[in-house]
């Protein structure tokens, strides 16, 4: 993220961070959130269970900005990859060789980090209240 | 693995590299990650039914040392007592508080859901749901003293109509035979209802188990015998025997006559 022209280890480890604070937001969100709402809810009240729409936007929201943060991540690093016009398995030491196998690892990080967010989001869209 | 006896097996020089990063990535990418979110989405669209509340019925029930304590609370009417037997309507959820005074226990009927521990100064919530009519066999699942194993209950499941009239039923009290009133003498003399209720009459205990329906049920000392006068008055003589470490002291100088009286007056209550 930092570097826009250089492949650096930040960039690698952007997307994975982002999930990382992404999975960390949204449980924190969901349990602070439940233990408040609950806390004089009894078990036995049948329907009337708490709403947790709140909890559930900040959720939303963490979501989007996180894939908001992957993308660029992924777009720059796509311009890592792309730049130079060396092939895999980038093992030469050289500029291009070093943003070739860093461009392709954050890409490879940043799918990933996609899928794993989206995963974390998922309970938040068919789990509508705190049992 | 027939892809890889493929591959090693293959005598051909090699796949080409656009094939293989094709494969790659549909095979170890694409495939992958669409079969875990169907299975996720899947799973998820499943655990709110898992976790859906009851439909109105709420059974209390208490493990205790070594029995079940019943409680009926209907949504309107009175609380119904009874020990060591649940009935449930066939198809409706209903909704257990499970609770224990003393230790823990772990109330597990297999056929109609997963075991939820007891815990003392807890109050555990299981919703469970009977699809058809029947017995289903219950039982501790936590190992709770000397007669954990002795600890069993059946849910009973039956159709609608027929456990709504039962229920009604159980807030009068059991009908009494003439026959059977010296045995009603005998199990109040000798002091049974300071631990035992009876509802209607002046055994109002509640250390053991509530004996209003003793009759109905199919055995007795929580699914260790059979029902029958001769194993209720053994059960009676002999209840270390029978249950070891049980609260119940055992009656080995009764007489036979009277503690077949008692069996025969316990039996009628229905």
Redesign the interface.
Known sequence: MIASTRANLVTLITAPTVWALHFLVCYVTASAYCAKTMADAR??T??S?PDITVARAVIAAATVLALGIIALCLRQAWGHWRSGDVDPPFDEPSFEGRQGFLGFSTILLC?LSI?GV??VA??A?????C? | MSVAVYATRSSSGGLDERLAKRFILWGGVAFPTVVLTALLIYGLRLMPVLRASGEGLTIAVAGEQFWWRVTYQPKDGPPVRSANEVRVPVGERVAFALTSPDVIHSFWNPSLGGKVDMIPGRENRLVLKAEKAGVYRGVCAEFCGASHALMAFPVIAMEKPDFDAWLSGQSRPAAEAAETAQGKTLFLQNGCGACHAVAGTEARGEVGPDLTRFGERATIGAGTLPNEPEQIARFIRETDTVKPRVKMPAYPALPREDLLAIAGYLGSLK
Not at chain 1, 125 to 129: A, L
């Open positions: 078990v036995f049948g329907t269970w799918g899928i989206i995963f998922l309970p869209i068919f789990i509508g209240d049992r």
